[in-house]
Nanobody, 124 residues
Framework: QVQLVESGGGLVQAGGSLRLSCAASEETRNYYNMAWFRQPPGKEREFVGFIAWNDGGTSYADSVKDRFTISRDKPKNTLYLQMNNLKPEDTALYYC?????????????????WGQGTQVTVSS
């Protein structure tokens, strides 16, 4: 069974940094594309970024481009989200996700497996 467990969330002041981790089960080591999504309080879940299994290529939402970096440690089978210059609007529950699909990877419905989420709160 595919399992994803996020960690690393917390409270940080605006302008600070956090790194989120997602420990993934062995099934995701091959063929799975992986992503980060987030859900701000009272709002819908939104795309943050994804990383492709084959070549490590990445794509980001405009709202986080140049501030966030997604990476994947293959030996540890762990997904990361490095978040710099955090803003209050980044406050959300952050999820990692995995899929064997290969199109529309900025869309939540393409992902079949999800973690439980880790909370990030950014104070002004």
């Amino acid at each position: 069974q595919v399992q994803l467990v996020e960690s690393g969330g917390g409270l940080v002041q605006a302008g600070g940094s956090l790194r989120l981790s997602c420990a993934a089960s062995e099934e995701t080591r091959n063929y799975y594309n992986m992503a980060w999504f987030r859900q701000p309080p009272g709002k819908e879940r939104e795309f943050v970024g994804f990383i492709a299994w084959n070549d490590g290529g990445t794509s980001y939402a405009d709202s986080v481009k140049d501030r966030f970096t997604i990476s994947r440690d293959k030996p540890k089978n762990t997904l990361y989200l490095q978040m710099n210059n955090l803003k209050p609007e980044d406050t959300a529950l952050y999820y990692c996700a995995a899929t064997i699909k290969w199109t529309d990877l900025n869309t939540a419905r393409q992902y079949d497996y999800w973690g439980q989420g880790t909370q990030v709160t950014v104070s002004s």
